[in-house]
């Protein structure tokens, strides 16, 4: 049951991808340049290393946006695709991760350090901060945590990009709250994520899901 479930949740997480291959090959790309952001299938231009700042469409910040909510879900919705193999240990079942490309600590760096800042990149890495949690074990890539569902009191999602200065954009979030009858709009949540150019690379320097 916890296989099928975390199966199900991975694929509505990768929802508008062109296929599941789509996002082994993001990770495989990933994976032959850990010194440098993606460039895959999914056109991740907008983060690609540069050696000054380009002018960023806004098209292109909102494309970016989707990816960062693809890949934080990783840590916080539902865990990288996993195999039979577990291991327990420090109190905690770890489950090996099964995804092309992704097959140590160092690659899943990698893929982050392609939509985030280096610091947050780091925090989500450290095994304490996120709720889903990732370890080399024997050199191999494991995971813990559960899936979740996504927050059933949350609704529909505006979506704004607004540029404060060159090297700056703000990637502004206004979620609906739903009353007990999860339909009627009862008030509103909002929230602001910095996509800043950073390390010669255009990066979300906070993040997190927002239902």
Do not use: H
Not at 39 to 61: D, G, I, K, L, T
Not at 178 to 194: A, I, K
Request: proline share 4%; glycine share 6%; with cysteine.
């Amino acid at each position: 049951m916890r296989k099928a479930l975390a199966a199900l949740l991975f694929t509505l997480l990768l929802a508008g991808c062109a296929a599941p291959a789509g996002e082994k090959a993001f990770a495989a790309s990933a994976s032959r340049m850990s010194s440098a952001p993606v460039a895959q299938a999914e056109n991740m231009s907008s983060s690609m290393v540069e050696s000054s700042a380009r002018p960023m469409p806004e098209a292109e910040v909102l494309a970016a946006y989707e990816r960062a909510q693809r890949v934080y879900g990783w840590f916080d919705l539902a865990p990288l695709p996993t195999s039979g193999e577990s291991v327990y240990m420090n109190s905690k079942t770890y489950y090996r991760v099964a995804m092309e490309g992704v097959g140590d600590l160092e690659e899943l760096r990698a893929c982050l350090r392609g939509v985030f800042s280096r610091e947050l990149t780091d925090r989500l890495l450290d095994g304490k901060s996120a709720r889903i949690q990732y370890r080399d074990i024997d050199g191999v890539l494991f995971v813990t945590g559960d899936s979740r569902e996504p927050d059933d009191g949350k609704g529909r999602a505006l979506v704004e990009a607004n540029q404060q200065e060159e090297a700056v954009w703000f990637v502004n979030v206004t979620v609906d709250l739903l009353g007990e009858d999860r339909e009627t709009v009862v008030g509103l949540e909002n929230w602001s994520f910095p996509y800043a150019f950073e390390d010669d690379r255009w990066v979300f320097t906070d993040f997190r899901l927002v239902s």
